[in-house]
C-alpha cells in the first residue's frame, strides 16, 4: 500500500500570506496525486489533479507542483475563505489520502 | 451538470450490514467514468472504500476489501455500497463521488450522508 503524509497537520497563517503544505508518497507515484479542499460540514472540492493541473473555477491563487515522491500544494494570498482541511491523494496504485492539514486564519 | 445523492439508514447495529445508494441526476452511470465511495470517520480523515466501472469491474480498499461490495444498477441509474459486519469503527459520514475521466481525481461528490453503528 502507499501511504501518503502531510506537513504540517495544522497551520496558522494571516490574511495575505503565502502558505505551503507538502504532501510525500512512500514510493514514486509519477504524477499521479490529486489536491482537495474540505470544508466544515462539507463534501471535498477538487483544487489540482495531475499535481499541478488547476480544476475549472478554482481560483489561480491556488498552485501546486511536484512529482515523484514530493509535492506542494501552495496558497498565495490567503483569503479567509480558504480556511479548510486540504487533503492530497495518489491514483498510482489505488487509490489513498493523506491525513490532511487544517488552515487556520492568525 | 451531473449531481450525486446518497441515501440509506442512518443508524446500523453492530455485526449488521450498511447499505447506501448514490443516486446519479444530470448524467449517466455508464458514462466513461468510475463511481468511488469514500468515508470519514467523526473528526478525522478521508478513506477511499472502493470504486466501480460501468460494467461492473470494482476495485477496493485492501483494508475493507473482504467486507464490502459495490454493485450498479444501470437500469436506475445508481450504484451501491454494502458493507457488512460492521462495528462502532465503521461510524462515518459516506461520500459517493465521480471519479474524472482525466486522471484518477474526483470531482463531483455527493453531500455525505452519516452512519452511526450502534445497538
Known amino acids: 500500500d502507499i501511504q501518503m503524509t502531510q506537513s504540517p497537520s495544522s497551520l496558522s497563517a494571516s490574511v495575505g500570506e503565502r502558505v505551503t503544505i507538502t504532501c510525500q508518497a512512500s514510493q514514486d507515484i509519477d504524477n499521479h496525486l490529486n489536491w482537495y479542499q474540505q470544508k466544515p460540514g462539507k463534501a471535498p472540492k477538487l483544487l489540482i489533479y495531475?499535481?499541478?493541473d488547476l480544476e475549472t473555477g478554482v481560483p489561480s491563487r491556488f498552485s501546486a507542483g511536484g512529482s515523484g515522491a514530493d509535492f506542494t500544494l501552495t496558497i498565495s494570498g490567503l483569503q479567509p475563505e480558504d480556511i479548510a482541511t486540504y487533503y492530497c491523494?495518489?491514483?498510482?496504485?489505488?487509490?489513498?489520502f493523506g491525513q490532511g492539514t487544517r488552515l487556520e486564519i492568525k | 451538470q451531473v449531481q450525486l445523492q446518497e441515501s440509506g439508514p442512518g443508524l446500523v447495529k453492530p455485526s449488521g450490514t450498511l447499505s447506501l445508494t448514490c443516486a446519479v441526476s444530470?448524467?449517466?452511470?455508464?458514462?466513461?467514468?468510475?463511481w468511488s465511495w469514500v468515508r470519514q470517520p467523526p473528526g478525522k480523515g478521508l478513506e477511499w472504500i472502493g470504486e466501480i466501472y460501468r460494467s461492473g469491474s470494482t476495485n477496493y480498499n485492501p483494508s475493507l476489501k473482504s467486507r464490502v461490495t459495490i454493485s450498479v444498477d444501470k437500469s436506475k441509474n445508481q450504484f451501491s455500497l454494502r458493507l457488512n459486519s460492521v462495528t462502532a469503527a465503521d461510524t462515518a459520514v459516506y461520500y459517493c463521488?465521480?471519479?474524472?475521466?482525466?486522471?484518477?481525481?474526483?470531482?463531483?461528490w455527493g453531500q455525505g450522508t452519516t452512519v452511526t453503528v450502534s445497538s
Open positions: 495531475d499535481a499541478s
Open positions: 444530470g448524467g449517466s452511470i455508464s458514462s466513461n467514468n468510475w
Open positions: 463521488a465521480r471519479d474524472s475521466t482525466i486522471g484518477g481525481a474526483m470531482d463531483v
Open positions: 491523494q495518489q491514483y498510482d496504485d489505488l487509490t489513498t
